[in-house]
């Protein structure tokens, strides 16, 4: 199948500091992704959708001021926690549609904010 | 709004055996996708198996199939001879109609899992 990256898959940071997460579709163009959020022992709570050459979507709830979402490219999105704070400690997860039938998941950044 | 619901929050199977994991699912669009994906302890998300909503056949992939049942809104997923490498969360997911635009469709909404063990 497709495959998606994601940098760093792990980070520990201070609070009140800014963390900044790629998510890459290394062999295909997606002008959407997703980022998703699980908390432990939790489900996938989808956080914004990614659109290239536009703003992103956020879900309810989400602060999109804390949450900077940059699709940058053809094949890149960022996701930037800003002024992270213990309780935005995460696991964070990008897809890419690749067609109706597929969907791709890079395999998670865990963001420990102490 | 759209909704998945994975009743079974465990579920214990002996290798070799088979075991189905439940989804139901609710929408008022005539027109989606249901997906399976298995997350191991090291939390990638490995995509399963799909089933279209105007899909006349059950999809199958190897040991993977869907027990797609519309009229009860029912997309079960049936492993065959478990193998101890299926210990794993297993999510339950749905995807909108397809050409909204500006990707919403594509997103998924999941289920909160299963946790499968196999046993030896």
């Known amino acids: 199948g497709a495959v998606v990256s994601q940098h760093p898959s792990w980070v520990i940071c201070k609070s009140g500091t800014s963390v900044k997460i790629e998510c890459r579709s290394l062999d295909f163009q997606a002008t959407t992704m997703f980022w998703y959020r699980q908390f432990p022992k939790q489900s996938l709570m989808l956080m914004a959708t990614?659109?290239?050459?536009?703003?992103?979507?956020?879900e309810q709830g989400v602060e999109k001021d804390k949450f900077l979402i940059n699709h940058a490219s053809l094949t890149l999105s960022t996701l930037t926690v800003t002024s992270a704070h213990p309780e935005d400690s995460s696991f964070y997860i990008c897809?890419?549609?690749?067609?109706?039938?597929?969907?791709?998941f890079g395999p998670g950044t865990r963001l420990t904010v102490l | 709004a759209q909704k998945i619901t994975q009743t079974q929050p465990g579920m214990f199977v002996q290798e070799k055996e088979a075991v189905t994991l439940d989804c139901t699912y609710d929408?008022?669009?005539?027109?989606?996708?249901l997906f399976w994906y298995k997350q191991p302890s090291s939390g990638e998300m490995i995509f399963l198996i799909y089933q279209g909503s105007y899909d006349q056949q059950n999809a199958t992939e190897g040991r993977y199939s869907l027990n797609f049942q519309k009229a009860r809104k029912s997309a079960n997923l049936v492993i065959s001879a478990s193998q101890l490498g299926d210990s794993a969360m297993y999510f339950c997911?749905?995807?909108?109609?397809?050409?909204?635009?500006?990707?919403?469709?594509?997103?998924?909404?999941f289920g909160k899992g299963t946790k499968l063990t196999v046993n030896p």
């Open positions: 929408t008022s669009d005539p027109s989606y996708g």
């Open positions: 897809s890419a549609p690749l067609w109706v039938d597929e969907q791709f």
């Open positions: 990614s659109n290239e050459g536009s703003k992103a979507t956020y």
């Open positions: 997911a749905m995807r909108g109609p397809v050409g909204v635009s500006q990707g919403g469709s594509e997103k998924l909404v």
